[in-house]
């Protein structure tokens, strides 16, 4: 793989880098089976949200504490080898495998520290059947011949997985007791909240991804998220009314990342302002024609290096990935790899004999006009609902700049052609 299609890969995945883990193998061999499950105690880990890319949505472990086998095991269901050199292109591609694994208590511990983010750990009020049941599954998934799995971000992780391992050793209490319930929020509403301490990375995100994520996820489906998980078990109770969760105890104390004040959409909605609006005042009030132009011409490149990659990316990501999240991808109405073109806007001075370089313009004229009704098109059909995805953060922030900017093109080709 060329040096090009290197940072391609590496940038795909590092925006769809959802990750719900940890990022080490451990491999440890398994504990025997608790003899006096009485005894045992299982508790709920739920971690918080920190910095890297891979924990911005929390983490969900189980820890099975043994007095009488001495045994204190910590069970992680969302480890990845990121060793792996084929690691990133997998990850973008879709060819996703985790790993279960278990590790002592005190280097789990240790762990959490040295990530600073705050742990919650509550016990699991379970009978003895119920323990077995929930322990006989955990050790399952992380027997050698099982401990790697196929991951997805939504509906498959290290909290999913656990959900349905506790809801089975309860007999599907855990899911009847939202069965028919809907979230709140969108799966689009949660990346939005979790990535917002990572801007660039959550506006990236809302742009690469499909309707799939505007329809309300069912309270079952939100436990992907861990602390969602730990809120609907908290309110869950046993048949004869005692709750399932014992009251909470903080393991480790951390703060949460601080979201951003400012997005990214912000940003380059300021970007285009300012530029467009200096070209205005420019060319309109202080008859500056040079300042003018180069203001302009700012706001062209940004359109067209913007509009090119996420077109590019989002091309690949239909023909490339198996990610379904990221195919037929409504923001193409906004984003096209052939705007790209229009840098040949900036690189070329005026044109009058050259009958080639003077048909290359007039081509671009027509593309410009044609891609600013693609623009209008979009709006106009998401506000008749024929497009639900919600695009409409990113059509405020690119699609009405790259809509002025298109039409301002058009007068620029017609300055360079005369």
């Known amino acids: 793989m060329n040096a090009i299609g290197r940072v391609f890969f590496k940038t795909a995945t590092f925006l769809l880098l959802i990750l719900l883990a940890n990022n080490e193998i451990y491999a440890l061999e398994l504990p025997p089976l608790p ?11 739920s971690v918080d949200a920190g910095d890297p890319i891979y924990s911005k949505f929390g983490h969900t472990a189980v820890r099975i504490y043994d007095p009488v086998g001495l045994t204190d095991q910590v069970f992680n269901l969302g480890i990845f080898d990121d060793s792996d050199p084929m690691f990133a292109v997998n990850f973008y591609t879709g060819v996703m495998y985790y790993i279960a694994d278990q590790y002592p208590f005190n280097f789990a511990m240790r762990t959490y520290r040295i990530e600073k ?20 599954k955990l050790y399952t998934q992380a027997a050698p011949e099982n ?15 656990i959900r349905d391992f506790i809801d089975f050793a309860l007999d599907g209490s855990l899911k009847k007791s939202v069965d028919g319930k809907l979230s709140e929020d969108t799966f689009r509403d949660t990346v939005r909240s979790h990535m917002s301490t990572f801007s660039f990375g959550a506006m990236s995100l809302d742009i690469l991804m499909n309707a799939r994520l505007d329809r309300s996820m069912t309270q079952w489906e939100e ?4 602390l969602r998980l730990r809120i609907h078990l908290q309110n869950l109770r046993s048949d004869s009314g005692s709750l399932i969760l014992a009251p909470e105890s903080v393991l ?27 070209s205005f005042l420019a060319l309109i009030v202080l008859k500056l024609r040079w300042l003018g132009l180069l203001a302009f011409k700012m706001s062209l490149l940004l359109w067209s290096i913007f509009s090119g990659i996420f077109g590019l990316v989002m ?25 790209f073109l229009l840098l040949y806007l900036l690189l070329k001075p005026k044109v009058q004999s050259d009958w080639r370089q003077s048909n290359l313009l007039k081509f671009l004229n027509y593309y410009c006009v044609l891609r600013a ?34 039409l301002g093109s058009t007068l620029l080709i017609r300055d360079q052609r005369s």
């Not at 401990?147 to 997985?161: E, V």
């Open 35 to 45: 003899q006096d499950l009485d005894q045992v105690k299982i508790y709920l880990h």
């Open 117 to 136: 983010r705050k742990v919650w750990q509550d016990e699991l009020m379970l009978n003895a059947r119920q323990k077995l049941t929930l322990i006989e």
């Open 147 to 161: 401990r790697s799995y196929p991951y997805q971000y939504f509906f498959d992780n290290c909290s999913t997985r």
């Open 223 to 226: 436990m992907y998220l861990p």
């Open 252 to 278: 480790v104390e951390g703060a949460p990342p601080i979201p951003s004040s400012l997005t990214s959409y912000f940003w380059f909605m300021a970007m285009f302002a300012v530029s467009l609006g200096i």
């Open 315 to 339: 091309v690949m990501n239909w023909t490339l990935s198996s990610h379904e999240d990221l195919h037929h991808n409504a923001n193409l109405w906004i984003f096209c790899v052939f705007d």
């Open 373 to 406: 009704l693609m623009l209008v098109s979009a709006f106009v059909l998401s506000q008749f609902s024929m497009i639900r995805q919600d695009i409409a953060p990113v059509y405020l922030t690119f699609g009405v700049a790259g809509f002025v900017v298109l």
